[in-house]
């Protein structure tokens, strides 16, 4: 006896769960200018590799014989497949079925894309639209009751924090869980004028006496400013490129070590117009990505969190091929000076090159805490000692290559003091306890109070000073260690990402990150 039969009746299913939420809900989404869930998955993953599971999961109604009148199929598709030959497990959201809520199984399919990509240690991406598995108020009618929320299957996501890339794409309007998913990642993506985040949508916000439009209430441009999403795009097919290019950079778990990439630029490298890029006169500023990007691998700086604590600059890069993180200042933002939400943005960024295995490279620019009420009232102290403290917790290899400033607790805090000082000064560098211009005044308060001629003795101290504060001064003590020719910081950094490579070590850190 065969089983064609059923193996018929499979299909039919299968073939009714691509139908989705119907004809007239993808034509909605088309409308929209927003892919569905499957047109995504296919856009992600490597042709013929996407290997779904569930796929027949759903709501289902039979005729009184028992025969199949009706499917709904689960508004959540997960499965396995690859992105450039490295299995992966991808989720995603279909907005077509009662725009992403929960249904019929979808908790189910969710927690088991969390707990797939644990324990088979494999990056995960969230293609989320909607509550992303948040509930409907629908439901209250049609289960005659109500429930205590627990979000189910929330400690996956906690443990895959600590143990794989995950990934995270906003495509559509994303509320509730659905946000928490989103932000719940090590990179979040956002596609602007498109895809939204908020606690709750308007309807609901409308509620509390805001009147709002989606993007109003929780636009690319809100969320990029507040460093809840780390970066925003075009487009959808962006997006899924983005987010291919950021998983090039790191390993599939923690137990593995981010991959090399053969690149076609020198380490050697000059590029003759670093001599110039800091100008001498101290209050005039500089362009710190033209930098970045000419001493990294040609065409690999990936930024993220471009928008929020806009002072500090922070992703990923290659140095002959190897995979680092990249700390810098721009000195357009408040001199290059820490805020507190450029602390949290340091903070976060040593947290994910702790839990991947990156080294470290910092382009140090610093003059230290911005200060006033306002970073008083924000407890910059607080978010700046979190982020020192991040520093000092950190075990991966470490460079920093002193630009220009570095003054005070956050100039400090540009490597562990207590590890092998592997630094190198730019002639540029510029350095204390406090900047000597606003500094003199206060060290030189009584002589210059006691003095006839107070304007004149300022100047003279200012230009006894300017001596002392000669780079030169400090190499000579051996507190700056290497004070190097601009041009050859490439050939520096590049070595030391080949130094650096044999001493990552797989496995878990010791603290796991905080989304």
Not at 481 to 507: Q, S, V, W
Request: hydrophobic residues 40%.
């Amino acid at each position: 006896m065969s089983w064609e039969k059923d193996i018929k009746e499979l299909k039919k299913r299968e073939n009714l769960a691509e139908e989705m939420g119907g004809k007239e809900k993808l034509e909605r989404q088309k409308k929209n200018k927003r892919l569905n869930v499957r047109e995504r998955i296919n856009l992600l993953l490597d042709k013929r590799s996407f290997h779904e599971i569930g796929k027949i999961a759903g709501k289902a109604e039979y005729d009184e014989k028992g025969k199949l009148k009706k499917f709904i199929p689960s508004n959540f598709v997960m499965g396995r497949g690859k992105i450039d030959g490295r299995n992966v497990v991808v989720g995603g959201d279909d907005f077509t079925v009662r725009g992403g809520a929960a249904d019929a199984a979808i908790a189910q399919k969710q927690i088991m894309a969390e707990q797939l990509a644990n324990e088979f240690r494999l990056p995960l991406i969230r293609l989320i639209e909607g509550t992303g598995g948040g509930g409907s108020v629908k439901s209250i009618d049609t289960d005659s009751r109500t429930y205590i929320p627990g979000n189910p299957g929330w400690d996956w996501v906690v443990k895959n924090l600590s143990t794989i890339p995950v990934i995270a794409l906003a495509l559509g309007p994303v509320a509730g869980l659905g946000a928490a998913r989103a932000v719940s990642s090590h990179f979040s993506i956002m596609v602007e004028k498109v895809s939204q985040m908020f606690v709750a949508g308007p309807p609901v916000v409308k509620r509390v006496g805001e009147n709002l439009t989606k993007e109003e209430l929780g636009g690319s441009d809100i969320h990029s400013k507040n460093g809840a999403i780390d970066i925003v795009v075009k487009s959808e097919k962006d997006a899924i490129d983005t987010a291919k290019k950021i998983l090039s950079y790191l390993p599939s778990s923690v137990y593995e070590l981010p991959p090399r990439k053969e690149i076609d630029d020198d380490p050697n490298r000059i590029d003759e117009w670093l001599i110039e890029a800091i100008p001498k006169n101290r209050r005039q500023v500089y362009k710190s990505r033209k930098i970045i990007n000419s001493v990294v691998d040609k065409d690999s700086f990936l930024e993220f969190g471009k928008y929020s604590g806009q002072s500090v600059v922070a992703g990923l890069a290659r140095l002959d091929g190897w995979p680092v993180g990249l700390l810098a200042s721009d000195p357009y933002f408040y001199g290059g000076g820490w805020t507190a939400e450029a602390s949290n943005k340091v903070t976060r960024f040593i947290d994910i090159a702790e839990t991947f295995h990156l080294p470290v490279v910092h382009l140090v620019d610093n003059p230290g805490f911005v200060i006033g009420l306002e970073a008083e009232k924000s407890a910059t102290i607080r978010h700046g000692a979190r982020a020192l403290t991040a520093v000092y917790q950190a075990t991966v290899p470490w460079c920093s290559i002193i630009l220009r400033k570095v003054f005070g607790v956050a100039g400090a805090a540009h490597m562990n003091a207590s590890r092998v000082h592997y630094r190198f000064a730019w002639p540029s560098g510029d350095w204390g306890s406090l900047p000597i211009e606003g500094g003199i005044e206060a060290a030189f308060k009584s002589d210059l109070a006691k003095s006839k001629d107070p304007d004149t003795l300022l100047k003279e101290i200012e230009e006894r000073m300017e001596n002392v504060r000669s780079p030169f001064r400090t190499a000579e003590s051996f507190i700056a260690e290497e004070i190097i020719d601009p041009r050859d910081t490439r050939k520096i950094i590049c070595e030391f990402a080949n130094l650096a490579a044999p001493l990552r070590t797989p496995g878990k850190s010791s603290f796991g990150l905080r989304p």
